[in-house]
Structure formats: C-alpha cells, structure tokens
C-alpha cells in the first residue's frame, strides 16, 4: 500500500509535534507554514542575527521553545517543509498553496492536520483606529522578533493572561508601561481559582508576573471599562480613557495601546473543508467540531492546536501529537496508540484550565453592544457601530452574513478577524436576538488577499 | 507625521542598511522587518482609504493588512512580513488612488 499523503498546515507547537509523530511511522509528510521561519507565534524565532538567549526571549518557557525548536530541525531532512507559504484555498482532497507571495501549487491529500492558531481576539473602543494602537499580540511580536517596544510609553488595555504576560516582557526589556488595564473584576479571577488550579504552575507563574508588575509600580487596575484611545488622525494615539468598577472616569497619557482580549481560532481552513461548527458557550465564539483526538466532521481532516481549542502552548503540542495519530491509525498505519489515552487525559486537564480562563478573564460581550454609534467597529471598512445599528434596524439584517453584504462590515482585508466577534454582539444586541442565531462570518477563499494572478495560474495548473 | 513610532530595546549592534522613505533617505538594521524599517523613523505606514486617518499597522503577524506599503513601481508589499533590504523605496503617502489596476 503507498504511504497516505499527509499535509500538516502551520509550523507552530501544534504542528511541529504532528509531524514528528508522522516522521517516527514512517511518513514524509508536507508542513506548509505561513512564517520565515518554525516556532508559530509563541515560540516565534528572531531573524538570524540576533543574539538574544532563550530565557531572554521566553523566559519559564525557554526550555520548551529550545526542544520545539531542535525538534524541528532534527525533522528537517525527513519533511517537505514548505516555509513562507500560505494555504489560501482548500478543494476536494487538495490544498492550494502561495509560496513568496507568487509561486503556486495545488498539493493532493490524504489527510490534512490543520494547525493555523490564533490571533488576538478584539473588542472594538473608540479611536482604536489611530495609528500606534496595536493587538496585544502584536506589541508582542514587535518585542520577541525585533527587540522593539510599539511607543514610548504603552498601555496594555484588556483582558486574558497575554495582558500581564506582555507588560511584564516590556518592563523587563526597560520599556515604559504606563498602565495595565483588565475589564475582568478580581472577583471573577478569585471565583476561577478552583479551575485554574488544574494546572498550578501556569496559576503560580500567572500571579507572580502580576506581582513584578505591582512592585514595579506600574499602574495595574482590574474591572475597567474603556471609554476610548484618544488621539488625531495624523499623529495616531495620545492616551485612553476608561471608567473603573466604580464608574469614575480616569485617563492615562501614552503613544501606544495594545489591545487585546484573549484569542480567538483561526478557523477558515476548517470552514473551506466544510467541517461542522459549534457555538461554544463559555467562550461566546464558534468553534469547528472534533472529537477528543482532533478529528473534525470532514473525512481526512483533522484539527489541533489553538485554531481548534484555545489550550495554549503546551496543549497545542499534545494536541498536535494526537491528530496525527488518530490520522495515522484512520489510515491504517498505527503509531504509539498505547500513548493516546495519555494524550487525551493531558488534554481534558489543559480544558479544563481554558474553562477557567474564560471564567476569570471573560469575553465583556456588553461593551460592544454600548459602543457609541461613532465608534469604528470595522477598521478595514470604516464601518461605524451606527452603520452597523442601522444596517440591522433599517435593513433588517439579522444574521452576520447578510450584515456584511449590506454594509461592508468584515468585508476588508482582515475578512472579520477583527471585528467579526464584536459585530456578532452588536447585531445580536441591535436585532434582540441571542448572539448563536446571528451566526458568524463565513470563512471563504483566499483567506488572506492575494492578486488576481496567484488565483489564474492556479486554475491554468488544474 | 514624523516623530518615529517603535522603539529599539536591544539588538542594535547589527550591521546598518539605508532605505528611502517616501524619497528621503533613513536608517535600519539588517534583519528588520520593512515595518520595523520604516517605523523607527516615521509614525506612519499609509492612509485609510475609508477615513481621514494614518495608518501604522495593527497585528503584525501577517493577519490585519494593516501595513500595506508600496515600492515606487507600486507593488504592494506587506511590512510586517517583509524583511528590510539595503536599498529599499517606499512610499507610504496616499498615491495608490492615482495608480492604475495593479495585476
């Protein structure tokens, strides 16, 4: 029998451990990954020529990142690593890939794990337009790949652990942080502490990065509401303005925001392979279905990582390592099946640690619904909350799709990464509906813009 | 405007490249990503084609399109994405109405 052709998408945690598990049965499978080089987003790798160590870029974690990152390369010769290469579109049995932003290829499949991650998950707030506000993740990433802060002084404004986890990484690298400012209240974080405690190295790690950031006296305030990021539309941003928990309005100075609100999956490969999604509850966002090894509905597909279930680092690697056994016993190739139990039962404990998350650190779905009408929601689009009001009052729209049909919202470049969540609030509030029956922004081809060349020559292939 | 946005923190000891921003000529390092290049000397990346606003990018890991900057022949590139070369031109002003349909 030949070997199954498999295709792992993303060289992150997730993927990484997938394609191990498919190199030590035997396989050579394909890894297509969007990034220069492995590591994915939380073990980003600096460009050659930086001489940061590992405990400087990823301090607890180093180990973790340096054993990914030897993996990978011991992996190198038995791959087709396919780098700086984006899977934009997904038909029956074949992935269509863009390398260099011009080569193409349409690659056949057996099996394909998807391992696309996350990205920042936003909530719009007046002024985040202006330029120097940036995701969370992003204020990250500037850091960990090119050793720069986003501004002079920076407010991280938010909620999530990314929040303390960030600021904590610019003060230790001698940036200035003017605040850290989280919508969740102590007492949600208090009432999460029996969940959390599943795992009690992340929870410890957690509270001892709130407590550096305390004793270095940055501004630290819990239970806020953001009013908005002041500024002007030449110079980009000049400060925020938020309530706290007792409703008294506070402002803070600064260059440069990083917003963020925990993470959302990236879903649109699962969405083109037509894979069945689910509304998950505690997190208020649609999720593509698997079952406790990572198959989705659709034959051959399979999901890990947080593009699947926002689990982290750690949970991303098991995940990874599961799907591709679950791949590789449904191809009847079995792998180390004797460690899927295990693998499953690490998994049940990391989920159990997310429910927590969302209990102490929750999505606030009530400030989009009281977004003032001026406020942008759409940054690609300019859509304003006002826009989107009436789109649902006076042109009946009541579902996501129709929404961004008859307004534009989530139709620009990002396609609703973005706005996606917090639209769905706003027409879920406009329309009085609950936020599952205003559904979500479908995923569609090419998930990233490309030039109308990139899709004609692939279609001349064919 | 021009007061630069990022800051460096560290990592400055590489070897100096020259770009030219928006006809000007400007500093960066080798191994910076163009946003990076272009952000240590100005505050801006380009405009909204929907409001009246500047623009400096928002993601950074190649998911928003915020930071579409064009060379002088008018490809599109995206900043935070694309490694700096010694050399590089870039205009970040509002041109791209006044361009023809880019293939």
């Known amino acids: 029998m030949a070997d199954p052709r498999v295709i792992v998408v993303g060289a992150g945690p997730a993927g990484v451990r997938a394609a191990q598990a498919l190199v030590e049965a035997g396989l050579r499978p394909t890894v297509v990954d969007e990034g220069r080089r492995d590591g994915g987003q939380i073990y980003r790798r600096q460009p050659e020529g930086f001489a940061r160590s590992y405990p400087q870029l990823y301090g607890t974690e180093a180990q973790k990142a340096k054993d990914l990152h ?80 986003i501004g002079k002084r920076v407010v991280f404004m938010g909620t999530g652990p990314l929040l303390y986890l960030v600021a904590s990484q610019y003060l230790k690298a001698g940036a200035q942080v003017a605040a850290v400012l989280d919508t969740s209240s102590l007492s949600t974080r208090i009432r999460a502490l029996p969940a959390l405690a599943a795992r009690p190295a992340l929870l410890w790690n957690g509270l001892k990065l709130v407590a550096m950031l305390r004793s270095a006296g940055v501004r630290l305030m819990a239970g806020i509401s953001p009013v908005a990021v002041t500024g002007d539309d030449e110079r980009g941003v000049s400060g925020v303005r938020l309530r706290d928990a007792q409703g008294r309005e506070h ?121 003032p009408d001026r406020a942008i929601v759409c940054r690609c689009e300019g859509v304003s909350a006002g826009d989107l009001r009436a789109t649902v009052r006076d042109l009946g729209a009541q579902e996501m799709n129709r929404a961004k049909a008859l307004c534009r919202v989530g139709m620009g470049r990002c396609q609703g990464r973005y706005c996606g969540h917090a639209a769905a609030e706003l027409v879920a509030d406009a329309a009085v509906l609950p936020i599952e029956r205003v559904g979500r922004l479908r995923g569609q081809g090419p998930v990233k813009p490309l030039p109308m060349s990139v899709p004609l020559a692939v279609e001349e292939q064919a | 405007m021009n007061v630069p946005r990022f800051v460096r923190l560290a990592e400055q000891g590489r070897a100096p490249i020259r770009v030219t921003i928006d006809g000007r000529e400007a500093h960066a390092l080798e191994g910076d990503t163009l946003m990076v290049a272009l952000l240590s000397n100005t505050g801006q990346l380009r405009h909204s084609e929907f409001g009246p606003e500047v623009r400096s990018g928002f993601c950074l890991m190649g998911a928003c399109q915020d930071c579409w900057v064009r060379d002088e022949q008018g490809n599109r590139m995206r900043a935070c994405t694309t490694t700096a070369r010694d050399g590089m031109a870039v205009r970040t002003t509002k041109e791209e109405a006044t361009w023809p349909t880019l293939a």
């Open chain 1, 251 to 371: 402002s803070f100075e600064c260059d440069a925001v990083g917003l963020g609100y925990h993470l959302r999956s990236e879903g649109q490969l699962a969405d083109l392979a037509k894979c069945h999604f689910d509304f998950d509850e505690p997190s208020r966002q649609w999720l593509p279905r698997i079952d406790e090894d990572g198959r989705s509905s659709a034959p051959g597909v399979y999901l890990a990582g947080d593009g699947a279930r926002i689990l982290g680092a750690d949970g991303a690697e098991a995940a990874g390592r599961l799907a591709a056994l679950a791949a590789l016993k449904d191809a009847g190739r079995p792998h180390a099946v004797v460690e899927m139990p295990q693998l499953r039962k690490r998994l049940a404990t990391m989920d159990k640690f997310r429910r927590g998350l969302l209990q102490a650190f929750p999505w606030p779905h009530q400030l989009a619904s009281q977004l």
């Open chain 1, 70 to 149: 030897d993996s990978f390369e011991a992996l190198r010769p038995h791959i087709d690593y396919r780098p700086e290469t984006l899977a934009w579109n997904l038909t029956a049995g074949q992935l269509h890939v863009v390398a260099g932003g011009e080569r193409t290829a349409v690659l056949p499949y057996d099996s394909l794990i998807v391992c696309s991650g996350a990205t920042d998950r936003l909530l719009p707030v007046e002024g985040w337009h202006y330029a120097g506000c940036y995701s969370l993740g992003a204020a990250q990433i500037a850091l960990k790949s090119q050793a720069c802060s």
